[in-house]
């Protein structure tokens, strides 16, 4: 078992490090200068149409799909995910501070990728069971006809529904579970049949349900995280400028996992967002992309910049911690030892939310394959995943997740640049 966990670990950072770094990184510069910098143009209509839209009791999603804000609502809630918190230490031990700027840099370009793939969701969403669906798996059809379009369209949703709905939600259960045991004691079995019932509870209730709590949950997360790290960064203010310096002073010796922890941390171009963008009521697609530009922002430069900054002025970075560790000491050098307790707080948000996010684009994947009446089955998989995830940490599982996660981002980009087209048609036919 140790011998194929290191064969896939191997063919995971062949994938990440070679091909989808510059494949994913490329694509971004791509629709960057396709569609004139769109997300520097589009930035203030999608924050207009975000404060617009936002509300924590708007109308219920329906089968004619949900709101536009519950639907960013739902992207965020995948995209922030365990990834800002111990993701982004990792970096940092591992690049150093001037990881940072390459978060930033890939998360720029990242914001073009995105703004496609939302408008892309939207045109080519379609209805099946009288349920509004879309996603990468119909606009990779459009894309490529015939029978080897069916095949990346067959590739892409196995690819995520292993990825994100099996493996990866397995792996956020297990982070939940360790932030709990070491925080308070708490047996990692008990808060996975917690996190399973709660999760079950939510899945049966199906889109609507899930629209209605993470426009809830997605603000109220964010709110008591962002709060936490500016008081930290308030008590360290005088580090702050030291800060800056290091991270672009060290910036040309962190590229590789700078861009790389930057493109996992916000998704874009990875194919699993579209799945909420598809379902939001918008006048035109052009709205829904601007929407999504929002959502990297968030993810890179709110969140985990706020991370990154906590660990980078707290000082411990040389000091052999990483991931979890890192951060849960960083945050009680200001907090104590409540530094832990609003770390495992933390972790339950971001993890749980990802849970609702992955289970969902995971689900438009497994009716695209089999049809909307076997979806208790693959709820009922999905809950016995994230049961078994919280108390038991396999290496292979991990690597997996990240495989696979890597794997379904190719037949996405290669639709999205072949569809490049219809995104810039689309882009400038928009209509205030």
């Keep these: 078992m140790a011998a194929f966990t290191q064969i896939v670990e191997q063919a995971s950072d062949i994938l990440w490090n070679y091909l989808l770094l510059f494949l994913l990184v490329g694509t971004g ?95 080519y969403r379609t209805t099946v069971d009288g349920q509004v669906t879309g996603g ?39 982070s939940i579970g360790d932030a709990f045991h070491n925080a308070f004691g708490v047996n990692r079995v008990v808060v996975g049949v917690v996190i399973a019932v709660l999760a079950a509870f939510i899945f049966l209730g199906g889109v609507k349900r899930i629209a209605a709590v993470t426009e809830k949950l997605v603000p109220i997360m964010a709110l008591f995280y962002i709060i936490g790290c500016v008081i930290i960064l308030v008590m360290n203010a005088s580090a702050i400028p030291n800060a800056f310096v290091q991270i672009f002073t060290l910036a040309f010796q962190a590229m590789r996992y700078g861009v790389a922890r930057g493109l996992f941390s916000n998704e874009a171009g990875l194919g699993s967002t579209p799945h909420a963008h598809a379902l939001a009521k918008v006048k035109q697609p052009q709205d829904q992309g601007a929407l999504a530009i929002i959502g990297v922002f968030v993810d890179t430069f709110v969140i985990l ?14 000091e052999g911690m990483t991931g979890t560790a890192l951060t849960q000491a960083a945050f009680s050098l200001t907090f104590g030892s409540f530094g832990k307790v609003f770390i495992a707080i933390c972790m339950l948000f971001f993890a749980f939310s990802t849970i609702l996010g992955w289970y969902f684009f995971g689900q438009v994947n497994f009716n695209a394959l ?48 072949a569809l490049s087209g219809v995104v810039a048609g689309i882009a400038r036919n928009k209509k205030d």
């Excluded at 910049?305 to 040389?318: F, M, N, Q, R, W």
């Design 136 to 174: 990468p798996a119909y606009y990779i059809r459009a894309a490529f006809k015939g029978k080897f379009g069916k095949f990346l369209a067959i590739f892409f949703s196995v690819a995520l529904i292993l990825a994100l709905g099996f493996m990866g939600n397995m792996v956020q259960s297990n």
């Design 305 to 318: 910049t706020l991370t990154a900054l906590v660990l980078i002025t707290s000082g411990l970075i040389p």
């Design 29 to 123: 510069i791509f629709f960057t200068i396709k569609l004139h910098f769109v997300q520097l143009s589009s930035f203030a209509d999608g924050v207009r149409h975000l404060f617009k839209g936002f509300s924590l009791h708007g109308k219920a999603a329906d089968k004619d799909g949900m709101s536009s804000f519950q639907a960013l609502a739902t992207a965020i809630a995948a995209q922030v995910g365990t990834g800002n918190i111990t993701g982004c230490a990792t970096a940092l031990v591992s690049g150093g501070p001037g990881a940072l700027f390459w978060t930033w840099v890939s998360a720029f370009f990242g914001m073009a990728t995105i703004y496609a793939e939302a408008v892309l969701a939207q045109t």
């Design 370 to 417: 089999f049809g909307s009446k076997y979806t208790k089955v693959y709820s009922l998989i999905v809950v016995l995943f994230i049961l078994i995830g919280s108390s038991l940490k396999v290496d292979l599982v991990w690597a997996l997740a990240d495989f696979f996660n890597g794997l379904m981002a190719v037949p996405n980009l290669l639709a999205l640049l």
